[in-house]
């Protein structure tokens, strides 16, 4: 009985390698899904898209991200497989990063924070990076079955 619950458990639990490209994976998404919400803003505003100018849009969004979601727990491994726990961390993560993101922003440009560009960035970010990140999270837990 105890032999079973072991070899049940090895075939459940992923190898530290795997889960590391996965994490690379997850990181490396997280990245375009910023640099897409950039793009789809300066589009929706007939801006141009060069490259630069939407890294420059995306950066402070990014880098509250990439300050604040480790700390929070968002890359933890055990999350790369758990759909739920995925979507509530990452949504946990994003409101810190996105109040710290619209800070960075004000500061960056000298501009007051708009409430409707606000509310705007945390919807349409909330909606991508956890959509992102759930689906990922399903996809390695199905894999595992």
């Known amino acids: 009985m105890k032999q079973a619950s072991v070899k049940q458990k090895a075939k459940s639990t992923p190898t530290a390698a795997p889960m590391g490209r996965k994490l690379v994976v997850l990181v490396v998404v ?5 640099l897409l919400f950039a793009t789809l803003g300066r589009a929706s505003h007939a801006e ?3 490259l ?3 890294a420059q849009t995306a ?8 300050a604040v979601a480790p700390v929070l727990g968002a890359y933890r491994y055990a999350l790369l497989t758990q759909p ?3 979507a509530a961390q990452s949504l946990i993560a994003w409101i810190a990063a996105c109040v710290l993101g619209l800070f960075i922003r004000s500061a960056w440009l000298q501009r007051e924070i708009i409430l409707t560009f606000a509310l ?3 919807g349409v970010v909330a909606v991508l990076l956890v959509g992102w990140r ?3 999270a399903w996809w390695n ?3 595992l079955a």
Not at 59 to 66: E, M
């Open 84 to 86: 739920l726990p995925m």
């Open 59 to 66: 950066a402070p969004f990014l880098l509250a991200w990439l």
């Open 48 to 50: 141009s898209l060069p």
């Open 120 to 122: 705007v960035t945390f």
């Open 134 to 136: 759930t689906l990922f």
């Open 52 to 54: 630069l100018a939407i």
């Open 30 to 34: 997280d990245v375009l899904i910023f």
């Open 141 to 143: 837990r199905s894999r």
